[in-house]
């Protein structure tokens, strides 16, 4: 049994998008089936045309002289750039940080509904698109930290006698952090001259332990949430994931939680025939109050 022929993929150009539109609106009317064997196209491809049948038309305008490309060199990415522009303020109306990468992403986006495949949201484009609108980069909050240099430089000469005896690669740091995962971004673009202005910070954290060596090894996360079975785990074997995962009403460390993990790596060190010397901070949650065989803290 022969297989059906597979029909060749068309792509129309912009003057032929105009004329299916023109046939469409012309009486009598013809269906979309008829129309896309007229231009040898899917019917799906027919009914994406007409729906955007106004920004066609536009852009025809815009390059009514070329019927090859669909857009001419000064304006080839014009409805791109106005659209983002028109979200862009729209975004930043209501106080939402928005970024380069979130710019390019929407634009990719945009470009999608548009069907313009060439489109690829370079840095390049990027840099034009600011410097079109002007717009720049602005903080939107923050505060300054300061480190007691004294301490740090007096710390540094004990190095040498702490470390001695270790390779680099049993030379561990690990210190936890937190992942406010639904917070927006601190830095904005904004146009300038313009007021700049943040809404409140989602609170939602998780905590996450890390610990690197001088090498660049790093060790499995651990990371602590509030739910002690999360619904986004439902069906999922806790003990397949990339991190270990405890849990409390707070989402913090716990000297429990902190006493479980040296543990863990510490037997992962015995199987491995390795003693490794681990710096931390003096955090509450950090009990340095425990023998462990492969472990110096």
């Given amino acids: 049994m022969s297989r059906p022929v597979k029909r060749q993929r068309v792509e129309l150009s912009l003057s032929d998008k105009v004329k299916l539109i023109k046939d469409h609106d012309s009486v009598p009317k013809p269906s979309q089936r008829e129309l896309a064997e007229k231009y040898k196209v899917g019917k799906s491809t027919v009914g994406d045309i007409l729906r955007k049948k106004d920004t066609y038309l536009q852009q025809f305008e815009l390059n009514a002289n070329s019927s090859k490309q669909r857009f001419n060199t000064?304006?080839?990415f014009f409805d791109i750039n106005d659209i983002v522009w028109k979200w862009f303020n729209t975004a930043r109306a209501k106080g939402i940080p928005i970024s380069g990468p979130i710019?390019?992403?929407?634009a990719l986006q945009i470009a999608d509904e548009l069907t313009i495949p060439d489109f690829k949201a370079s840095n390049g484009w990027l840099d034009r698109w600011k410097s079109r609108y002007s717009v720049h980069a602005f903080k939107v909050n923050g505060e300054s930290a300061s480190v007691d240099t004294t301490t740090v430089e007096e710390y540094r000469t004990r190095l040498p006698d702490i470390t001695k005896?270790?390779?680099?690669?049993?030379?561990?740091?690990?210190d936890e952090t937190g992942l406010f995962y639904r917070a927006l971004p601190d830095k904005t673009l904004n146009v300038k001259d313009q007021s700049c202005k943040g809404g409140k910070n989602a609170k939602e954290r998780l905590t996450v332990m890390f610990a690197c060596s001088s090498t660049g090894e790093k060790l499995k996360p651990l990371v602590i949430g509030k739910s002690y079975n999360p619904r986004c785990f439902k069906n999922v074997n806790k003990g397949n994931l990339p991190v270990t995962y405890y849990s409390n009403k707070k989402a913090w460390m716990t000297t429990n939680a902190f006493i479980d993990w040296l543990r863990t790596v510490n037997t992962t060190m015995r199987l491995q025939r390795r003693h490794i010397l681990m710096f931390l901070d003096n955090a509450s949650s950090h009990s340095k109050e425990l023998n462990l065989s492969n472990m110096t803290l």
């Fill in 74 to 76: 000064n304006c080839k």
């Fill in 103 to 106: 710019i390019q992403e929407k």
């Fill in 165 to 174: 005896g270790y390779s680099q690669a049993d030379i561990f740091n690990c």
